[in-house]
């Protein structure tokens, strides 16, 4: 073989071998990558739910184990890049199948949860059962008996509100949310709560009367200055919605029911007046009475 030809064929050989190897490493490597990032094959929807607090740790070997990834450290990895300050979001999320892993980390940690909260509607007056009645029938993983035992010493102290719930939020989540939408709305009112010079036990326990014995804002605020009167007299409260008020003076141990805001307010700012006795008509409408056979004049025209 001629010296040039032989001296010009090395050095082409070398780098077509150069070329042919770095092909290999980088589809060695998109292989790896394909692996790592893509959804496993058998993948399904999932709907899983984040607690308050959960450890990144614990959320993506969960996930890993559930078949939604992969690889939980890549997971991590990019929960970290896509994150926010605040960590990870909880709630309930929808993973649809085949979301690779860097729109899972996406989801998480931005906390687009791809499906809908539940709306709930808590209105005043309802008891503790009757919260978890309404909870259950709403929400699918929700559990009463939980409930009913979490908030056995909160009735009174849940605040009826509008919620928005995840069909899997745990009985700790959805106690934590009534009871700091509770707090926060007392705590604008602390200070009318103290200058009442009634407690906040106290309080709650008339507004939770008011809620049943009251027809609305017309007359709720008269009515509460009845009730503080006849108990400051030494007169049983004698309301229709604990019948033993027809037998013990004072307030109730605890509160019957939780109440909202309005009752609350007319509980603290009540409107002193001479009536002791009140009722109200088929229609609604309140009828007064300072003395008991006017009360009784009363019922004989508008309830018999």
Request: charged letters at 25%; proline letters at 3%.
């Amino acid at each position: 073989m001629d010296d040039s030809i032989s001296k010009n064929w090395q050095p082409e050989k070398i780098k077509q071998l150069r070329i042919h190897w770095i092909l290999l490493v980088i589809g060695f490597l998109l292989l790896i990558g394909y692996y790592l990032f893509s959804a496993p094959f058998d993948s399904k929807d999932l709907i899983i739910h984040i607690e308050k607090g959960q450890s990144v740790n614990a959320l993506t070997l969960d996930l890993e184990n559930k078949n939604a990834i992969r690889n939980n450290s890549v997971l991590k990895i990019f929960i970290k890049l896509f994150g926010t300050k605040k960590g990870i979001v909880s709630g309930d999320y929808l993973i649809n199948k085949n979301s690779p892993v860097w729109i899972v980390a996406w989801q998480i940690g931005r906390g687009h949860h791809n499906i809908e909260p539940i709306k709930i509607t808590i209105r005043e007056g309802l008891t503790n059962k009757a919260i978890a009645a309404l909870l259950a029938d709403k929400l699918s993983g929700f559990r009463k008996d939980l409930f009913l035992i979490s908030t056995e010493n909160k009735q009174g102290y849940l605040f009826p509100d509008t919620y928005f719930f995840y069909p899997l939020d745990t009985t700790s989540e959805i106690v934590e949310k009534l009871s700091n939408n509770f707090d926060v709305k007392i705590k604008k009112i602390d200070e009318s709560i103290k200058k009442s010079g009634r407690s906040l036990s106290q309080v709650i326990i008339m507004a939770s009367i008011l809620e049943g014995e009251a027809g609305g804002k017309d007359d709720i605020a008269i009515i509460s200055g009845i009730l503080w009167k006849r108990i400051s007299t030494g007169m049983p409260l004698q309301v229709d919605i604990d019948k033993d008020t027809y037998i013990n003076k004072g307030l109730p141990q605890k509160p019957l029911n939780n109440p909202g805001l309005m009752s609350i307010n007319a509980a603290i700012n009540s409107v002193d007046s001479a009536y002791y006795y009140y009722l109200h008509d088929k229609n609604g409408k309140v009828h007064y009475a300072t003395t008991f056979e006017e009360h009784k004049s009363n019922i004989s025209k508008y309830l018999k």
